[in-house]
């Protein structure tokens, strides 16, 4: 287990996450990343306001950034 | 034991001085750590309980592991108020939001009191009847309203039973009571943030401007504190004021 932080980079400005989130491995922690984008750009859409974010960083507790997800990355595919 | 019309509680502070009495050899302290289940889902409620401080969130748990919360009570209220009038089976999980601490008393105590007193019956019958109100205007609120909107609700209402400024709870802690993802919230938090309403940091929320809340939150907050009113008598500026008399 390990602390890792889901910080939301839009434009020069880092959104930080005060306190992240305890999770198993780096896999678990790239998918929590991708459920969260996910949802940014559903309350995006529904409110039909702008998304306010490019990625979303993930980091570890010394504030190194591991990874990050590309909002882009996480939109559905359309398959027909 | 101190008089109960001076009770921190509202249900035991509104009772009559005939219901106090019946209920003053009964009552037992309790404290609850942040994080202590006071009863799960399905267990058997053998005491009910009369919080004095902290924050009690009743809680739906799916089978994933995931929970969400369908409603908060505290000093307003009473948790497990069906017990006593049959209903002995928890339909949720309550657990301690913020550490809490107030009175209890044995279900099976108030079974017997309630066939003594009417009046007793059906102030329990009221306290039952807010969390049905509290909980449908919840699920309405959840299904149709913006995080903004519910997330300044929710600081309102945890502001109001705490009656302090000063909220500790994380944001973690936040996203899954509000049925989140945990950057929902840094994203939605940081916003209130800029609008000047709250301040967090580290595993603590400050409001600043609680009007600015109101005005950012749904119908939802009038519309909980309206049914808590009509059917329990108890309002927020009340409780405030209260509070500032004893300070």
Redesign the interface.
């Known amino acids: 287990m390990a602390r890792y932080y889901f910080h939301i980079k839009d434009g020069a400005d880092l959104i930080k996450d005060p306190e992240g989130t305890e999770l198993s491995t780096p896999d678990d922690a790239r998918l929590q990343a991708l459920r969260s984008a996910r949802e940014l750009w559903a309350d995006a859409i529904k409110s039909g306001r702008e998304l306010a974010a490019d990625a979303v960083v993930i980091a570890d507790e010394h504030g190194r950034t591991l990874t990050f997800v590309p909002m882009n990355e996480a939109l559905p595919k359309r398959t027909k | 034991m101190p008089m109960l019309a001076n009770s921190p509680n509202h249900f035991l502070a509104s009772l009559s001085p005939t219901d106090a009495d019946l209920l003053r050899p009964h009552l037992k302290s309790l404290t609850l750590a942040q994080g202590a289940f006071i009863y799960k889902a399905e267990d058997l409620i053998d005491r009910v309980y009369f919080p004095h401080t902290g924050v009690i969130s009743l809680i739906v748990g799916l089978t994933s592991g995931q929970f969400v919360e369908a409603g908060m009570l505290g000093r307003n209220g009473v948790i497990g108020a069906g017990a006593p009038l049959d209903g002995s089976i928890a339909l949720n999980s309550a657990i301690a939001q913020v550490g809490s601490s107030g009175i209890t008393v044995e279900t099976g105590v108030l079974k017997h009191l309630v066939r003594e007193s009417e009046t007793l019956r059906i102030s329990l019958v009221r306290h039952d009847q807010i969390v049905s109100a509290h909980t449908q205007q919840v699920a309405a609120c959840n299904a149709l309203h913006?995080?903004e909107e519910r997330l300044s609700r929710w600081l309102l209402q945890t502001r109001d039973l705490l009656m302090s400024d000063t909220l500790p709870l994380?944001?973690?802690f936040l996203s899954q009571m509000l049925g989140?993802?945990?950057?929902?919230v840094?994203?939605v938090a940081?916003k209130l943030q800029d609008a000047g309403l709250i301040r967090?940091?580290?595993?603590r929320i400050q409001v600043l401007d609680v009007e600015g809340l109101q005005d950012s939150c749904c119908e939802c907050y009038a519309a909980i504190n309206a049914h808590f009113h009509r059917l329990v008598g108890w309002s927020p500026d009340a409780a405030a004021r209260h509070a500032a008399a004893e300070h």
Request: aromatic share 6%; no cysteine; hydrophobic share 20%.
């Open positions: 913006e995080l994380t944001q973690e989140v993802q945990r950057s929902s840094t994203l940081r967090y940091r580290r595993g």
